[in-house]
Every structure is written in C-alpha cells, then in structure tokens.
Nanobody
Framework: QVQPVESGGGLVQAGGSLRLSCTAS????????VTWYRQAPGKRRELVAM???????NYADSVKGRFTISRDNAKNTVYLQMNSLKPEDTAVYYC?????WGKGTLVTVSS
C-alpha cells in the first residue's frame, strides 16, 4: 500500500496562490490515476482534479483555469497549483492514491 501525505496548506487572501504537495510512501509510477479531493465544512467530499500517468488531466468545473495538477513520478509526488483562490475554495484537501487517503491539508481563503 502506498500512503499519501499532503502538505502546503495554509491561510491566504482571496486572489492568492498556494501549491499543495502529496508525497507517497512508495512509487506512484504504476498508479494510473492520482486525484485531489476537497471537503468544505458541512459539505460532502468532492473531486477537484485528476492526473493520469499519460499526462491527461481532468478538473472540476469550479476550478478549471485556476488549478493545475501535475505529477513527478521520480519524486513520488503529486502537486496541485492553486491560483486566483476564492473564499469558496476553503476546505481540507485530500490526495487519493489507489484508494488510500491522506490526512489532508487545510486551505483557508480569506475575503
């Protein structure tokens, strides 16, 4: 089992940027798809972005054009670059690797 550990969250003003990292305990080379999810207070966990090992990416409509997901298989790390952040992006962000969840990293966007 490959365990993910998220980092990079914090407090940022609206319009700012953050880069989240998801570092795996082992190789992610063979993992076809890696995903970022988020869960806002009182809401259900939702898919934010997905990257395949082919390089293909998919995004939730709410983050298209603002967020970029990427993976570095050599570093066993997946990134989520978040630009033009909005207060509604406030949530705990989770990485999922082949069904394994990390503990999440909190992103708070102030208005």
């Amino acid at each position: 089992q490959v365990q993910p550990v998220e980092s990079g969250g914090g407090l940022v003003q609206a319009g700012g940027s953050l880069r989240l990292s998801c570092t795996a305990s082992g190789s992610i080379f063979s993992i076809v798809a890696v995903t970022w999810y988020r869960q806002a207070p009182g809401k259900r966990r939702e898919l934010v972005a997905m990257v395949f090992n082919s390089g293909t990416t998919n995004y939730a409509d709410s983050v298209k054009g603002r967020f970029t997901i990427s993976r570095d298989n050599a570093k066993n790390t997946v990134y989520l670059q978040m630009n033009s952040l909005k207060p509604e992006d406030t949530a705990v962000y989770y990485c999922n690797l082949r069904g394994e969840w990390g503990k999440g990293t909190l992103v708070t966007v102030s208005s």
